[in-house]
């Protein structure tokens, strides 16, 4: 649909349409964090680190936006290591498996959350 159609859509239907969009792309998030991740997990790569503190922190920011609550707090600790790396250059590989189940925590976020819109979507 093009914008002059979006004009007389119900605004309840397009912030429903970008709220599954949002959600739709949530797995892409996480996978592009597990992938730095591993990148990060043989050794400090700035790049990877650039990329793992900036997905996380974009995620924080955009989950409260559509109040994906659940998502808010593991996505802020994620942000929060991803930016220390980020920022000193430094990695202590032994922050990796905790990085990892902080990633584990936002996956049982994510899927709490699409449960949850999938409710108030049926309901």
Sequence with gaps: MGPIADEHR???ELIAEITREFC????????SMRSALERLSSGY???AAEA???AAHSLKG???SFEADELVGPAADLSEVG???FETGVLDTAEVPAALVGLERLQ????SYAARLEGDASG
Excluded: N
Aim: glycine share 8%; aromatic share 12%; net charge negative.
């Design 52 to 54: 793992f503190y900036r």
């Design 10 to 12: 119900d605004p309840d």
């Design 62 to 64: 955009t989950a409260a």
């Design 45 to 47: 790569d700035g790049e």
């Design 108 to 111: 049982e976020a994510v899927a």
């Design 83 to 85: 930016l220390r790396w």
């Design 24 to 31: 739709d792309g949530l797995q892409a998030r996480v996978e």
